[in-house]
């Protein structure tokens, strides 16, 4: 199955990245997701579980929940236990305790598409579909692409008690449920006061405006065009509804056996994963 939906090789003999080196706790839990999967809507939700007094600020919650390769070795080591540290690392093995996120891929490349965009990188009009090559090559971020993240995550822990998979689409349709399991997971129980108010501050109309008054400052919208929000349209079946007809059969063709097992549908009937060399080796 892992042979299957993502290049061992790649994530095995990959190069240290700073972050990798953090020194995990047994109690430490992860946020983890492929880049503009909804991991800043969770990281939001889950810093006003961790805080419910004052509101949390998309600055604050950045020190929350800090992310593993944006500080430094003595701000981790002064944080008190148990941690929550947010991650786009593929499979690292010291991970005992995960929240994973996944989001349809189709609409992943549309939000990676105009986040880039937004920070000058694409020019306004650029082509999608070219967008799409370099979104299957892992090109578009430094976390390489959607199937070897959301692959080596769910092919080795998806059955650990320790690791909570978490579907963007589902915590759309239901986010207060999907907020009580966040909840239970971090030890905090069915507290329904606790969550509902994590829920009313992480809504898309508060976010934005959190945004309005830190975005300037915020690492992920400073330097960035101000016109665009970071929280766009928080909607599922956008990339279905968007991308050229060739684009989503690419996207399906290099993926559509992992997205079936994560519960997406794809438009062809018997879609064949593309491997990498390397992984046709294995």
Same mark, same amino acid.
């Given at each position: 199955?892992?042979?299957?939906?993502?290049?061992?090789?790649?994530?095995?003999?990959?190069?240290?990245?700073?972050?990798?080196?953090?020194?995990?706790?047994?109690?430490?839990?992860?946020?983890?997701?492929?880049?503009?999967?909804?991991?800043?809507?969770?990281?939001?939700?889950?810093?006003?579980?961790?805080?419910?007094?004052?509101?949390?600020?998309?600055?604050?919650?950045?020190?929350?929940?800090?992310?593993?390769?944006?500080?430094?070795?003595?701000?981790?080591?002064?944080?008190?236990?148990?941690?929550?540290?947010?991650?786009?690392?593929?499979?690292?093995?010291?991970?005992?305790?995960?929240?994973?996120?996944?989001?349809?891929?189709?609409?992943?490349?549309?939000?990676?598409?105009?986040?880039?965009?937004?920070?000058?990188?694409?020019?306004?009009?650029?082509?999608?579909?070219?967008?799409?090559?370099?979104?299957?090559?892992?090109?578009?971020?430094?976390?390489?692409?959607?199937?070897?993240?959301?692959?080596?995550?769910?092919?080795?822990?998806?059955?650990?008690?320790?690791?909570?998979?978490?579907?963007?689409?589902?915590?759309?349709?239901?986010?207060?449920?999907?907020?009580?399991?966040?909840?239970?997971?971090?030890?905090?129980?069915?507290?329904?006061?606790?969550?509902?108010?994590?829920?009313?501050?992480? @809504?898309? !109309?508060?976010?934005?405006?959190? /945004? *309005? &008054?830190? %975005?300037?400052?915020?690492? #992920?919208?400073?330097?960035?065009?101000?016109?665009?929000?970071?929280?766009?349209?928080?909607?599922?079946?956008?990339?279905?509804?968007?991308? @050229?007809? !060739?684009?989503?059969?690419?996207? /399906? *063709? &290099?993926? %559509?056996?992992?997205?079936? #097992?994560?519960?997406?549908?794809?438009?062809?009937?018997?879609?064949?994963?593309?491997?990498?060399?390397?992984?046709?080796?294995?």
């Amino acid at each position: 199955m892992f042979k299957q939906f993502v290049s061992a090789a790649k994530i095995l003999t990959r190069r240290a990245e700073p972050g990798m080196s953090l020194k995990v706790r047994s109690d430490d839990t992860f946020l983890v997701s492929y880049p503009k999967s909804g991991n800043t809507w969770m990281r939001f939700l889950i810093a006003n579980l961790l805080q419910p007094d004052p509101p949390v600020g998309l600055l604050e919650a950045d020190c929350l929940i800090p992310s593993v390769d944006a500080k430094s070795k003595k701000f981790f080591d002064d944080m008190k236990s148990p941690r929550v540290i947010k991650s786009h690392f593929s499979f690292i093995p010291a991970y005992k305790r995960v929240i994973y996120v996944v989001r349809d891929p189709r609409d992943v490349v549309m939000s990676q598409y105009h986040y880039q965009v937004k920070r000058g990188v694409l020019e306004q009009g650029s082509s999608l579909d070219a967008f799409v090559g370099r979104f299957l090559k892992g090109e578009v971020c430094p976390y390489g692409s959607w199937g070897d993240n959301v692959g080596s995550w769910t092919a080795t822990r998806r059955d650990d008690p320790n690791f909570l998979l978490l579907r963007y689409e589902d915590m759309l349709a239901d986010v207060t449920s999907g907020a009580a399991k966040i909840s239970n997971f971090l030890g905090f129980g069915q507290d329904a006061s606790r969550i509902a108010t994590a829920v009313e501050r992480s @809504s898309l !109309e508060n976010m934005r405006k959190v /945004e *309005k &008054a830190e %975005g300037k400052k915020w690492d #992920s919208t400073k330097g960035t065009r101000q016109d665009m929000s970071f929280f766009r349209s928080a909607k599922s079946g956008e990339g279905r509804a968007t991308l @050229s007809r !060739e684009s989503i059969e690419r996207i /399906e *063709k &290099a993926w %559509g056996p992992l997205m079936q #097992s994560v519960g997406y549908a794809v438009s062809s009937p018997n879609p064949v994963a593309s491997l990498s060399p390397a992984a046709m080796h294995l």
